[in-house]
């Protein structure tokens, strides 16, 4: 939507002055968050914001004040967050760097640099979807044209034409790091942006008329269908990276940079180029209206400390009653297949994607033929970018859809922690219950025939050790669809995990839709001398254990642990209340793993009822070999259970 002059410089006078305020301010150390300051830089946010409508979204990331205004999110709820307050827009949870106000279409920034770039590609994934014309821009700075994410980001978004805008204000100064100890001199980054085949427009990024101009047009392109694009607006930052000051005297930058910007200013731009001034009465009521929302911010109470620990999770969703077995037998693999064909069938949001999901092997069979049923609009390959298509699922998943991404290997989900951990994990959380993330990331962890130390980490201890991640291993083919299923529908980023050596596995499975509680272990079989407790796999082996134990006379009973967060703590206490002693069988590295934590759980609740220590079994204390005679006495068997 065109705006006039008049309404762009009103616009950025009022960002200017919010800011300048909260400069003034920021020393009474009532502010007690860090804040990124756009003086100087309000052009871009108006030129390119004033030229969407409400129904289109924004991202940010650090510096995103500006953004969030020009957006037309609530000034009010913007203060009360930076002041800690309840009536904040994340309800004190997120500050200065994770402003939201979804009425308004500014979705959400977050701080790691280049990290909200994939989540906002994600979202125009679900715009493309939805096919209602809505576009998306991201704003990014030039410290973030340096991260490997928004490499992959650009790649996606180009290869499936998404509505999206790149909004890099290249302001030349990551911190106090110029652009020139940071990218080579010679190569522009609209350049870069260019060469991953991306319409890109360069230019003077504190003229708002010329930003305006250009972003109206690319609009319009992005709902014509033809997108991306990748605006540079050239700009500068008056104040210090972090904080109220002026700091250009600290030598990063010399004064005479500073001035010929300061003489650029954006506001004197567009009153001069376009001979307009905003009366002393516009200036008043928009004084009026910041000493107001100042005034509310301060005097608004905290929240309450019991919130701290609110929306860590969106609530669960409860199982109905279970179907028969039945009599038909199917294999692990194909019960994941079955499940995800169900999920795919029943949720039209729902889509599948990753490395060889439609291949000819289909990811060990558990992804055959879903492309040919459901189409490569929602069964799909992606490009070798696990990072930036983690952040991808996390931004469709935000914005309604279902994703489910699979990696044929954990190792490979290691490149995406940032988007795991520092998003997927905190989005619910931060936003302050705001947001959901009903997200399924698939992990397969490899063993034997030389997985070797980079193809067979099973790092569910890790994971679990996020709160706001669920983490499951089942460890048969009935609870692996079953709970597949439940992990569609949940609300919260689940993480899968199969081992490798399960996908053979038979046992009954119904053939209709089911799903399992996520977080309810499971007694494998019932024994009143030991408790065997475990996961994955390595139930199957506590199983073979038993009945070795059972020549021996003793009676042992089989726990599969199936979720490690949440972790069933009563099932474990009542096992070893009533056996009084345990081992703990787990496939991973002794320290700070999930053998540490159930033994934890023992040592808390049930010390009383123990008649022995409780004991583990692990994998030794060092990476996985590759050689097979190295690896020969590496994973805990049955005989080693037993004995
Ligand atoms: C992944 C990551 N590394 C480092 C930081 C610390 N950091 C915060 S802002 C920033 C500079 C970013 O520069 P740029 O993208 O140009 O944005 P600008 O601050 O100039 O607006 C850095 C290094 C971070 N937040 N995230
Ligand atoms: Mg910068």
Known sequence: ?????????RAMTRIRMVEEEIARRYPAQQMRCPVHLSIGQEAAAVGVCQALQTTDWAFSGHRNHAHYLAKGGNLKAMLAEIYG?????????????HLTDLASGFIAATPIVGSTVPIAVGAALTAQREGKGRVVVVFLGDGAMEAGVVHESLNFAALKSLPIIFACENNLYSVYSPLSVRQPTKRSIADVAAGHGVTTISL????????HSKACVAVDELRKGHGPVFMELHTYRWLEHCGPSYDNDIGYRSEEEFQYWKQRDPLAICSKKLTITLDEAAVDKISQEIEIAFAAAISDPFPDPSSASFNVYSPANTPGALPEKGVRTITYA?????AQDICLAKHNNSYLMGLGVPDPKGIFGTTSGLQEKYGKGRVFDIPLAEHAMTGVAVGSSITGMRPILTHQRLDFALVSIDQIVNQAAKWHYMFNGLMKVPLVIRMIIGRGWGQGPQHSQSLHAWFAHIPGLKVVMPSTPYDAKGLMIAAVEEDNPVLFLEHRWLYGIKDLVPESYYKLPLEKARILRRGSDISLISISYMSLECLKAAELLKSQNVDAEVIDLISVRPIDIDTIISSVSSTGRCLVVDQSDPIC???????????????????????????????????????????PTAVNIAR
Do not use: Q
């Open 334 to 338: 194909e019960a994941l297949r079955e």
């Open 593 to 635: 793993s999930l053998s540490s934590e159930v033994i934890t759980i023992i040592a808390e609740h049930s010390f009383n009822c123990l008649k022995s220590n409780p004991s583990r079994l692990t994998l030794p204390p060092h990476p996985t070999p590759t050689s097979h005679h190295l690896a020969e006495d590496y994973y």
């Open 204 to 211: 003077d990024g504190n003229d708002v008329n010329a930003v």
């Open 85 to 97: 307050k309840a009536s904040g827009c994340c309800g004190g949870k997120g500050g200065s760097m």
């Open 1 to 9: 939507m065109k705006a006039s002059p008049l309404e762009l410089l």
